[in-house]
Nanobody, 126 residues
Framework: QVQLVESGGGLEQAGGSVRLSCAAS????????MAWFRQAPGKEREFVAA????????NYAGSVQGRFTISRDTAKNMVYLQMNSLKPEDTAVYYC???????????????????WGQGTQVTVSS
């Protein structure tokens, strides 16, 4: 059983930067992919970025490409999301997710990930 705990959210001005962290524990040896999703009030949860835990390949939503960077530290069982050039529309609860399905492909679908953190709020003011 994998447990995920996010941290690093908060209030930031437009144009600023925030770094989110996700600590994974319990059965991390079985993880193949980790991802960040976000959910704004009244909207569905959407894909932000993902990384293949073994190969380091990444995938980004078009709305964050070039502004956000996902990375991982396999020795510390940590995943990070560096968020630069923030926009008010980036305001959401950000969730860390993990998947144990073997392979190099990286899904952008919420139902492809079986473990989720509790979320951390990021608010961007204009």
């Amino acid at each position: 059983q994998v447990q995920l705990v996010e941290s690093g959210g908060g209030l930031e001005q437009a144009g600023g930067s925030v770094r989110l962290s996700c600590a994974a524990s319990g059965g991390t040896f079985s993880i193949w992919k980790m991802a960040w999703f976000r959910q704004a009030p009244g909207k569905e949860r959407e894909f932000v970025a993902a990384i293949n835990w073994r190969a380091g390949r990444t995938n980004y939503a078009g709305s964050v490409q070039g502004r956000f960077t996902i990375s991982r530290d396999t020795a510390k069982n940590m995943v990070y999301l560096q968020m630069n050039s923030l926009k008010p529309e980036d305001t959401a609860v950000y969730y860390c997710a993990a998947d144990r399905t073997a392979g190099l492909s990286i899904s952008t679908m919420t139902n492809a990930y079986e473990y989720w953190g509790q979320g951390t709020q990021v608010t961007v003011s204009s």
